[in-house]
């Protein structure tokens, strides 16, 4: 009984050394990965380029809701007009 118990303390103790082995590791790539990133011109160019093609997709959107709302509106003028006849 006492040496099961040993056993699992030792295996938990073996399983929190290599979860913490593991979240240092993804650390240490993930500080590599925002250095690439930081360092690379060519990353640097590409992030700039996409985020302002998703800025004038954004932008694209807005004017074609607005647009959608002004022909609305004049419908709804024109049904008016047409009530009033």
Do not use: F, W
């Not at 295996?11 to 993930?30: F, H, I, N, P, Y």
């Amino acid at each position: 009984m006492k040496d099961e118990r040993e056993a699992q303390i030792a295996q938990e103790e073996e399983l929190t050394r290599e979860m913490a082995r593991l979240r240092a590791k993804e650390m240490q790539d993930g500080k590599l990965r925002q250095q690439i990133r930081e360092t690379s011109y060519e990353i640097r160019e590409l992030e700039a380029k996409l985020k302002a093609g998703y800025m004038n997709k954004e932008r694209a959107a807005q004017l074609a809701e607005k647009e959608a709302r002004r022909q609305e509106e004049k419908v709804q003028t024109n049904l008016e007009k047409n009530r009033l006849k």
